[in-house]
């Protein structure tokens, strides 16, 4: 994605969406943060130029936000992503990549964090890629970067980023993106149906973090060191 | 477990039992391969043996390597699961814990390796809790940990093991023997059904292996230093 383009992030409200526009925005990246409300896209944007000293931040209407951008991330919670996904049906374009963070938590119908709702799909990811207009690709990823951890500037992220998704290029293009952020390596993980495993380590995650009041990331060993993406 | 009995590991003769008995071997403890054959068993200690020099190993009937054991590993494939736990029913009593290492690959009815089988209780691991007789314990770990990697006598392990159960006591009894072997750090992943996330990451590293032509295995970031078990 062009350097002077402003990274989308629907959903840009909540913990997540708001954790990566800092780090994106503290990396020097313009972010453009997408609600269903103007005004609370702004309030967001506005905290996060408060925290981020220098920060390129605005708040947009999601289909604002997202039309017209290379790469969208998704970052809402797995209760809002269908009609997050139906709302932007006129505004996402073939050629966009849609980069899908859903974890299907039980937690969307009052179950528990640490259990995860089957998708009809396989996966929130492919859910998603049902849902979007021909010709947008969708990737899944960052489904394992904690909220907290990103919110906290003092916090030194340490983790790895599992990409998932059919084609390799769309999956080098995002995680180009998620490197911008000092700490995130970027994983292949594989085509876009292993997001069914991917999108399980939140919830696993979640269960070890109750146990150890930590904020548990994932790093995978054994890896050649080098370019994953060349 | 007492330190001069010796680790019975049923399904000895595969390769992650015969990688599992020579790490342990050569950390000085016993080990009993069992097998459905006793001179294939036999065969698979001696193999053990010529590899780590004092090594400890005797190869028994699956079920005589069971018998009386405090803590009995279960590496078998998928596949022979279910015929393997009929046949230790009477070998298996109250008191024991069983660690089933079993992950439901796609693999076990000729589909791929990077993709599961749905097991109906939820995961193989709670497929054994329901096989097993009345008051033996099952306990599921070392799902991610490669057997080539344990096999190859220069390879240095760097990497969790992540260890579900019902009771706290039990997985740390495990996780001791777990952690005999170098470069092995037991994590407490928690209850038993989530095993049933921890069975897909087997699937999800083959597919990670597959894209870096790598062996690699699971860390988890930001967790406290220290002692896990205390």
Redesign the interface.
């Known amino acids: 994605m062009a350097e002077n383009e402003p990274i989308p992030i629907i959903g840009g409200t909540g913990a997540l969406g708001a954790g990566l526009a800092r780090r994106w925005a503290a990396a020097g990246r313009a972010v453009v943060l997408g609600s269903r409300s103007a005004e609370r896209a702004e309030e967001a944007a506005g905290k996060v130029g408060e925290t981020v000293p220098g920060a390129e931040v605005e708040g947009l209407l999601n289909e604002d936000a997202a039309r017209g951008a290379e790469i969208v991330f998704l970052t809402v919670p797995f209760r809002a992503q269908s009609e997050n996904l139906n709302n932007l049906r006129e505004a996402l374009q073939p050629g966009q990549i849609l980069v899908d963070c859903t974890v299907p938590l039980a937690a969307a119908v009052s179950g528990k964090a ?2 995860s709702l089957g998708v009809w799909q396989g996966s929130a990811a492919q859910q998603a890629q049902e849902m979007v207009p021909e010709g947008v690709t969708v990737v899944a990823a960052l489904h394992t970067v904690g909220a907290p ?1 990103l919110a906290d500037p003092e916090a030194e992220l ?2 790895d980023v ?1 990409v998932c998704g059919d084609r390799k290029a769309d999956k080098a293009r995002v995680a180009e993106l998620i490197e911008l952020i000092p700490g995130l390596r970027a ?5 876009l ?2 997001a ?3 999108e ?2 939140t ?3 979640i ?2 973090n ?15 060191d080098g370019d ?1 993406w060349a």
Request: no cysteine.
């Open positions: 640490t259990r951890t340490d983790e599992l994983v292949n993980a594989g085509p149906e292993i069914r495993i991917v399980q380590l919830p696993l995650l269960s070890i109750v146990r150890y009041k930590a904020h548990a990331g994932i790093k995978l060993t054994g890896l050649p994953h």
